[in-house]
């Protein structure tokens, strides 16, 4: 059974930074891409961004292209979202969740939908105040 647990949320002011961590265990982490994805009250969960297996390529949406930054630690089987210039539009539960299929490449399509993981975390709560 896979484990995907989210942790770094919390309240922060606009302009501020976050970190968010997902820690992962049950099968072998760096076989794996890793999503990002965020939900707000009301609204569809919505892609973030992603990192593939090895670390060596990351995509984002549009939102919050060149504001966060998805990397990963396969020694420690963690993947971070460092999130900085924050904007109330950001405020959401962000989930982690983990690709269904070994080693692979998705198309800007694909990895944007929730469909393409099979794990999710719990989320974690991200607030941020005007």
């Known amino acids: 059974q896979v484990h995907l647990v989210e942790s770094g949320g919390g309240l922060v002011q606009a302009g501020g930074s976050l970190r968010l961590s997902c820690a992962a265990s049950?099968?072998?982490?760096?076989?794996?891409?890793m999503g990002w994805f965020r939900q707000a009250p009301g609204k569809e969960r919505e892609f973030v961004a992603r990192?593939?297996?090895?670390?060596?390529?990351?995509y984002y949406a549009e939102a919050v292209k060149g504001r966060f930054t998805v990397s990963r630690d396969n020694a420690k089987n963690t993947v971070y979202l460092q999130m900085n210039s924050l904007k109330p539009e950001d405020t959401a539960v962000y989930y982690c969740?983990?690709?269904?299929?070994?080693?692979?490449?998705?198309?800007?399509?694909?990895?944007?939908?929730?469909?393409?993981?099979?794990?999710w975390g719990q989320g974690t709560q991200v607030t941020v105040s005007s």
């Open positions: 969740a983990s690709d269904r299929a070994r080693l692979t490449d998705r198309t800007s399509l694909s990895m944007r939908v929730p469909s393409t993981y099979d794990y």
């Open positions: 049950g099968r072998t982490f760096s076989n794996y891409g």
């Open positions: 990192i593939n297996w090895n670390g060596g390529n990351t």
